[in-house]
């Protein structure tokens, strides 16, 4: 089973703040890896596919970078509406989901 | 627009069986591959099964193998999820969700899941 390692668990920011959130795969997942916002209350929201590939309306702030086994999120300047949990998922091999980190205010 | 609408969540007990559905709208649902996930109260996402577009092909997390079955009628755009032999760690909102698009060979589709129903939860406890 491929485990998926995200860090930090919690992340205390502001608004403006440049946010970077770290994936790791147990092994390489050949950049099949997406990452989701998700609301207290909601259903998880698509952010990237394919490790870098922004779906679409959402934006342009986030971005993914990475390739074989560590990825990440970055969000170029936090704005009031990304207060949320952030999830990363392999699909390489089944599907494996990241314990989760939230962004909160700082 | 996507639409997914899941049903069939309540309170059963431990041993026991639910059959959760999830009605599609808006895309062409006997084209896609379709997944369920799951989260705990308070816990994060955890991947339980996927079925693709022909229902020749589907996956299942290994705590869920064995006991839980996923079935589609593309006829009528529905997504199934039958759970027996139900555990108390069973318990949490289940979401079925469309995926983004992709082919299953092996062990994987390479898809990840693009839209998202509301969520339908599922209690299990004497």
């Known amino acids: 089973d491929i485990q998926m390692t995200q860090s930090p668990s919690t992340l205390s920011a502001s608004v403006g703040d440049r946010v970077t959130i770290t994936c790791r795969a147990s092994?390489?997942?050949?950049?099949?890896l997406a990452w989701y916002q998700q609301k207290p209350g909601k259903a998880p929201n698509l952010l990237i596919y394919k490790a870098s590939n922004l779906e679409s309306g959402v934006p342009s702030r986030f971005s993914g970078s990475g390739s074989g086994t560590e990825f990440t999120l970055t969000i170029s300047s936090l704005q009031p509406d990304d207060f949320a949990t952030y999830y990363c998922?392999?699909?390489?091999?089944?599907?494996?989901f990241g314990q989760g980190t939230k962004v909160e205010i700082k | 627009e996507v639409q997914l609408l899941e049903s069939g969540g309540g309170l059963v007990q431990p041993g026991g069986s639910l059959r959760l559905s999830c009605a599609a709208s808006?895309?062409?649902?006997?084209?896609?591959?379709m997944t369920w996930v799951r989260q705990a109260p308070g816990k994060g996402l955890e991947w339980v099964s996927t079925?693709?577009?022909?229902?020749?092909?589907?996956y299942y997390v290994e705590s869920v193998r064995g006991r839980f079955i996923i079935s589609r009628d593309n006829s009528k755009n529905t997504l199934n999820l039958r759970m027996n032999n139900l555990r108390a760690e069973d318990t949490a909102v289940y979401y079925c969700?469309?995926?983004?698009?992709?082919?299953?060979?092996?062990?994987?589709?390479?898809?990840?899941?693009?839209?998202w129903g509301q969520g339908t939860l599922v209690t299990v406890s004497s």
């Open positions: 808006g895309f062409s649902f006997s084209g896609s591959v």
């Open positions: 079925i693709s577009d022909s229902a020749r092909s589907t």
């Open positions: 998922q392999q699909y390489n091999n089944y599907w494996t």
């Open positions: 092994q390489s997942i050949n950049n099949w």
């Open positions: 969700a469309k995926d983004r698009g992709g082919v299953c060979s092996g062990n994987s589709c390479h898809t990840c899941s693009q839209s």
